[in-house]
């Protein structure tokens, strides 16, 4: 699985999802004019952006270890400081920003707990930490149809089910494992329409993500196989597809920062 490619191979597989819930993501979190905020895990900018809507590029920071999404984001935002770097070791200061969100990444970090410990150490006292993850594990992710195509051809194959935060109720969790406070979770809805089958198909194609990867992976003929099945199983042009994302969003353990700034 990788997510070194062309950003505009990502914009076409998840830009039509990502960007819709970017600013509904953002709204939810209570981000606010005045606040400094970081998109960990930023990929080409579909948060990024919404969050220079509201604060202005000079008070958004962004991070992702891709280097094709961090020049796609550097390109797109100029005014936005990009560095490479992982979510669980996040390249600024304790206390620097207002809210750190994660839009579409925990499922992805190498170790959850210690990028969502490593948000709250860049956050101040009574800021937000919030996340968001497509709804795999309850069948109303924007690649349902694609994995339940292939558990059909290939039984026993989880897809994207297993992954941390696919699960109603484990954003909460990893929340909560990482000691965040106050930690409420909700979800959020999103839609997307396709004027074609092939519209819908061609971005698989493109070796994005798991589901790129496993596409990529194949022969040519389960390639056909799994295209015809996916189309048998997709509505009939045109249709829209239904997505909807767990979210969470919790505050840093206040009682650690302020026995830290005591000693």
């Known amino acids: 699985m990788t997510f070194e490619v062309a950003a505009d191979a990502y914009g076409r597989f998840m830009g039509r999802f990502s960007e819709p819930l970017a600013p509904v993501f953002a709204d939810w979190c209570g981000v606010r004019p005045g606040q400094r905020a970081l998109d960990v895990g930023c990929g080409p900018g579909a ?15 962004a991070l992702d270890p891709s280097p094709p999404f961090v020049a796609a984001a550097r ?11 992982t979510a669980e070791r996040i390249p ?18 190498g170790d959850p707990v210690a990028g969502l410990r490593e948000m709250s150490r860049a ?11 497509w709804d795999f594990a309850g069948g109303r992710s924007p690649l349902t149809t694609f994995w339940r ?42 839609r997307a329409s396709y004027a074609t089958f092939e519209e819908w198909w061609e971005p698989y194609t493109h070796g994005v993500g798991p589901a790129g990867s ?6 040519e ?16 042009a045109p249709f829209e597809v239904t997505a909807s994302a767990w979210v969470v969003r919790a505050q840093p353990p206040a009682q650690e920062r302020a026995a830290s700034a005591a000693s």
């Open 149 to 190: 195509a292939v558990a059909e051809l290939e039984p026993g194959h989880a897809g994207e089910a297993e992954l941390a935060g696919t699960r109603e109720g484990q954003l909460a969790e990893l929340c909560d494992r990482a000691g965040l406070t106050r930690i409420e979770q909700s979800d959020l809805t999103v």
């Open 123 to 133: 956050v101040r006292p009574g800021g937000v930490v919030a996340a968001c993850v």
């Open 75 to 85: 390109a797109r935002f100029p005014e936005v400081e990009v560095r490479q770097a």
């Open 221 to 236: 003929g389960a390639r056909e196989e799994l295209r015809a099945r996916c189309e048998e199983l997709c509505p009939p």
């Open 214 to 219: 496993h596409v990529a992976s194949l022969a």
């Open 92 to 109: 600024w200061a304790d206390d620097e920003f207002d809210c750190a969100l994660a839009q579409l990444v925990v499922h992805f970090m």
């Open 47 to 61: 948060l990024t952006g919404a969050l220079v809507e509201r604060l202005g590029g000079g008070r958004v920071a």
